[in-house]
């Protein structure tokens, strides 16, 4: 699990975000898309709601690596944390995100590392043992599912949400958004 995790980071995912503009991490390439956005105090919020409406609005870029890095990011708070939040925040309690979220390209990919890391060599040191346990109440209403079964969730989260900022990456520059913001940065435009 901890090799399927690393071969995609290393050779898909990672190398694919390299040049990621904030123009690119923020585009909405249609109409009502959830995306991460400012608040009037400064700080950055991502789009949502629960229940999620079906279909789910389109994500952009800078949902897609938000939800990516936080979601392990809250994993690695939850069970192998520094004790910083309470013992009763289950792995959906808010207390685990970070205090802000990156408002810029250069800062997601930082947290989406950050995260990458502290799960990477969080369930590269379980043994069998902590494999085979059940999550228990930090789990939430997964408490009965093993370490092991989270560990292919979040791998999968992964994969299915990094190939979406992939594509996505594609379909900027291929419908002509990153080459008409180059134009517009070289020659000072706005338009």
């Known amino acids: 699990m901890v090799g399927q995790l690393e071969f995609y980071w290393n050779v898909h995912l990672r190398p694919r975000l390299d040049g990621l503009t904030d123009e690119e991490y923020f585009w909405e390439p249609v109409e009502g898309c959830w995306n991460l956005r400012p608040t009037a105090d400064?700080?950055?919020?991502l789009d949502g709601q629960r229940p999620e409406p079906s279909p789910a609005p389109v994500t952009t870029i800078a949902w897609r690596l938000v939800h990516v890095a936080t979601g392990m990011a809250t994993r690695v708070s939850a069970f192998f944390g520094d004790g910083s939040v309470p013992e009763d925040a289950d792995m959906f309690d808010s207390r685990h995100l970070p205090a802000d979220l990156p408002g810029s390209a250069a800062a997601g990919i930082a947290l989406l590392e950050d995260s990458y890391k502290g799960w990477h060599d969080a369930i590269a040191r379980l043994d069998e043992q902590a494999l085979s346990r059940p999550l228990g109440p930090r789990g939430a209403f997964f408490a009965d599912e093993s370490?092991?079964?989270l560990i292919v969730h979040v791998n999968r989260e992964v994969m299915?949400?990094?190939?979406?900022i992939c594509l996505l990456r594609d379909l900027y520059r291929a419908t002509g958004y990153g080459a008409a913001a180059l134009r517009r940065s070289e020659t000072g435009s706005s338009d």
Not at 160 to 164: A, C, F, R, T, Y
């Open 147 to 149: 370490m092991a079964a």
């Open 160 to 164: 299915h949400h990094g190939g979406e």
């Open 42 to 45: 400064g700080r950055h919020v």
